[in-house]
Each structure stands twice: as C-alpha cells, then as structure tokens.
C-alpha cells in the first residue's frame, strides 16, 4: 500500500497546485491514500469549513494541522464534527476536534492517521511524547498502520520524537516549517522519517508570503499584514510504502512538483 502526504498547504497557490498535481502523483505512486496538512489553507493563516471541504472533494482523504488550526474562528464548530479533519492530539482535554482518525482504504485495511504538537517554541501543550505512548498502544488495537504528522519547530525535537516511536509506528513525517528537508529514511524498526515534507505554495517566497512584507517586518519588527505571495507553485510532499499486514514501512521518497503561473 503507497500513502501520499502534502506538505504545507498555503493559500489559493498551493490550493491550485494540490489539485492540478495530486490526481497525477495519486496515479504515478498508485495511492490508496493521501494525507494532507491544511492549516494553512485560508490565506496563509488558518482553514474554513469551505476551503476544508475543497481539499477533501480534491481527492484528500485526511487533513492534519497544527497552531494555527483555530486562526479562523468558524472553524470549531466545523472540525467538531469533520473527523477528516484533524487537530493536534495533545491539546488540553475539551479543546474541540480530535487528535486522530482511522480511516478504512478498503473494507481489511485501515489506517491510523494522529496529529501531535511539539512544543519547542510552540504552544504550551502537554508533552507529545506521552501522548503519543497512550495514544499508539490504543491505535494499534485496531490497525499496524500508524501514520503521524508531527507538527513542530525544532530539528531536534523531530528527530527525537521519531526514535522514540522507531518501530511502534508506520511513519513519522514532520510539518510546520515549510521548508523540505533531506534526511527521509527508513530508521531501523520500519518507521518511515522526515523532518520536514515542506511546503505546498508560492516558490518565491518565505515560507508562502510575500518576500518583501516578511524582509520588512524582519528589518522594523513591527505588526505586518502577511499576504500570499505569487508566482511559480511548488508541491512538496512524501510517498511511503507500507506493508498493512504488519505496518511497516518500506520505502520513502520525497517528492516535488511545480507550476508555472498562470
């Protein structure tokens, strides 16, 4: 069984590259599933229930997220409801939404999809790592297949949390800082891992925005209104081959696609 995971999702550009892209990639890597993280969906900040729905009729069968999840407030009501989509499992008790999905690819096979928050130089959220402990032995009564977007800052906190689960899970794949790295790899226990899987938007940019808003900003450190920026449009995701019988993943390659403006 082959996963496609999107990077980062942002704005209208990288809206346009997911669904000009996905069916393609969908059929060069025979995908029986694609997760894709959408919080930044809604000009750059945050997911509708609209821009939601887009993604999934787009072919998108899991959407994961992170901070900024609850930027536009119509969202709650929404993801209270959506089991699509996710928010970080590590949230306090009674935040809206959930923190994961099993989702059926065929009538014998399953996947587990969770979502988890670091928390260096993120939000004060419970630990992740604990989370993950009460959260996999839970998830593994019902399938092997167990992939998580982690949702973080720090390199180093990734990589630590992908140790940590080595051989408990199918995939760790990292999000949140828009930039893709290159240390995919299958650690020994059969995880798949990848600090980063990067960012579906605007190439010419600085993490999706505008390049000159963001060097100002830097310069003055005052408030600034970000804007997408325009442009060609890049899509950065994974593939990961995995073997549903005992979850393990056997191969993972990065992925990168582009569009020309139009």
């Excluded at 089991?83 to 096979?109: K, M, Q």
């Excluded at 260096?120 to 998830?139: Q, S, T, W, Y």
């Excluded at 992908?162 to 790899?185: F, I, M, P, S, Y």
């Amino acid at each position: 069984m082959n996963i496609i995971f999107i990077g980062d999702i942002v704005g209208r550009p990288g809206r346009r590259a997911l669904k000009e892209i996905l069916p393609t990639l969908t059929d060069e890597y025979q995908a029986e599933l694609v997760i894709a993280n959408a919080e930044n969906v809604a000009g750059g900040n945050g997911v509708t229930p609209e821009l939601a729905e887009e993604l999934l009729d787009a072919g998108v069968d899991v959407l994961t997220s992170g901070n900024h999840i609850w930027d536009k407030k119509e969202i709650i009501p929404y993801i209270e409801n959506q089991e699509r989509l996710l928010r970080p499992a590590n949230y306090p008790p009674g935040t809206p939404g959930r923190g994961f999905t099993v989702f059926s690819v065929t009538r014998n096979t399953k996947v587990a999809v969770l979502n988890l928050s670091g928390r260096v130089f993120m939000g004060n959220l419970d630990c992740p790592f604990r989370m993950a402990d009460i959260l996999i032995e839970h998830l593994v009564q019902q399938t092997p297949v167990i992939i998580i977007d982690f949702h973080g800052e720090a390199t180093s906190e990734k990589q630590a949390f992908g140790w940590h689960v080595n051989g408990r899970v199918t995939a760790v794949l990292g999000t949140h800082t828009h930039v893709q790295t290159a240390d995919e790899r299958i650690l020994p226990g059969g995880t798949a891992y990848i600090t980063d899987v990067g960012m579906t938007g605007p190439r010419d940019s600085v993490l999706g925005i505008k390049t000159d808003v963001v060097i100002k900003k830097f310069q003055l450190q005052l408030p600034a209104r970000f804007e997408v920026a325009s442009g060609v449009v890049q899509l950065n995701a994974v593939a990961v081959g995995v073997n549903p019988a005992d979850g393990k993943a056997y191969f993972i390659r990065r992925i990168q696609r582009y569009l020309e403006p139009k």
